[in-house]
Structure formats: C-alpha cells, structure tokens
C-alpha cells in the first residue's frame, strides 16, 4: 500500500510539472538576454578615419579648439563675428555641431600641485602658491568644474552614392548593402574637400579643426554609449 501510494503521488508530481511545462510562460528556459550596444547603433565599422553607416552613408568627425569670446576686445569680437559668418555663409553643405560637457575631478590635479609645491623654498612663492591653491578649493565648493569639448560632424548620405546604389539599400539587407571598400572610396572622394573648406576657414576664426583618427573615434563613442558614473565632489 506505501509502495502505491508512492507511486502515485510521483505520478501527479509529474503530471502537474509535465502541465506547467506545455505553459508557453513557465516552459521558456531561464536563458539570459545577451546584446550589444553596437546591435543598437547605426554605425557598420570605422576605417581610414571615416565612420561607416548600416545604411551606406558616413561620416567624418572633427575636434575644435575652444575660443575664449569674452575676454576679447570689442573690434576682436567683430571680426570673430564677421569670421562665423562668413563660415557659415560658405557652407554648401550640412554638418552637426556637438558639444560634449563632462563632469571633472581635479583632485589628482590638486595633488599633483601640492607635491610640486612642497620643493618651493622662496618664502614669497609659497605665499603665492598656497593663496592659488585655497583660490581654487574655494571655486571646486561654490561650483561644479565642467570640462567641454567641441565637435563637428560632416555627414555623407546615401543618396550621394547614387540612385542605383541607393535603391540597393532598400533591397539587401546586413550590416552595409554593398562593398565598404566601396562606401569608403566614394565617402573620401565628398568628404575630403569639405573637411578642407572647414578646416580654412576655422583658422580665420583662430580654431584648430583635427580630424579624429578609428582609435579616437572609438575611445569617443564608447565614451558615449557607456558614460562613467558622475563624479562626486571631494573635500580638499
């Protein structure tokens, strides 16, 4: 009688998890969910500098200089001002502007200048030092300490592939709709003189374009898409 009772209680046992298991809900094996941030982007792969597209079009990237407006004098201005315009004036083409603010730590920085000031022996120069020093510690509690950096972005679309190979991007599918080598020779062939007309003209403003090189470009979008934790104000 134990032995049947046994038998029947694995029997519905078995019957109940056999029943949960046919259940769409509760069959689904626990497996994780794996993905990666670049399945998400529109970006195909970097090369030669030049940033590639999942659709056929590309990009090139450029890091400006910063101009300190405000401390120019009034004639200074007008001419910077004369400059832009006639910058954008120019233009025959789009392009993206981006500013990217961070959050800075300087405490490293601050230890860096406590150490080089331990070496000082002119009693002026200490003076001097240490009233630099609680100028700065001062200014890091009444505000926050932003770094910025200055982009532009130059695009190349699609279209400028032409209407043939544009219409393959509607067709075929994958990570590019046709050859990279392709992409990347007609991407320099626009891209070039207008990285070139910007850069000209930049310097008549007193900016400084660089074009970002694959290693760069990929320290900054990864930057971007995994950004750091902000970072927390230390007392100094």
């Known amino acids: 009688m134990k032995n049947n009772n046994n038998n029947n209680k ?12 046919k259940i769409p809900f509760f069959g689904t094996p626990d497996i994780p969910l794996k993905g990666t941030t670049q399945d998400h982007l529109p970006i195909a792969d970097i090369i030669d500098d030049i940033v590639l597209y999942k659709d056929g079009g590309a990009a090139i990237v450029l890091e400006t200089s910063s101009l300190n407006f405000g401390l120019l004098s009034e ?18 083409f789009s392009i ?45 509690k009444k ?4 770094g910025k950096r200055f982009f532009i972005v130059i695009p190349f679309n ?58 760069e470009l990929i320290d900054l979008y990864w930057q971007i898409n995994n950004p750091e934790p902000p970072a927390v104000k230390k007392d100094i």
């Open 75 to 92: 004639k200074e201005q007008g001419a910077v001002v004369a400059a832009f315009a006639a910058l954008i004036n120019s233009l025959s």
């Open 10 to 21: 694995t029997g519905s046992n078995g019957g109940v998890k056999g029943l949960i298991s």
């Open 158 to 215: 699609q279209l400028e592939l032409g209407v043939t190979k544009s219409a393959q991007t509607i067709l075929k599918s994958g990570p590019l709709p046709f050859p990279k080598g392709y992409v990347l020779k007609k991407a320099k062939v626009t891209l070039f003189p207008k990285r070139d007309h910007l850069v000209r003209q930049a310097g008549r403003l007193g900016l400084k374009l660089k074009q970002l090189t694959t290693h």
């Open 96 to 140: 993206q502007i981006m500013i990217r603010t961070q959050r800075k730590d300087i405490s490293g920085y601050i230890n860096f200048f406590d150490e080089a000031a331990s070496k000082i022996t002119n009693p002026k120069l200490i003076a001097i030092t240490q009233s630099y020093r609680d100028f700065i510690t001062e200014s890091i």
């Open 143 to 146: 505000k926050t300490v932003l």
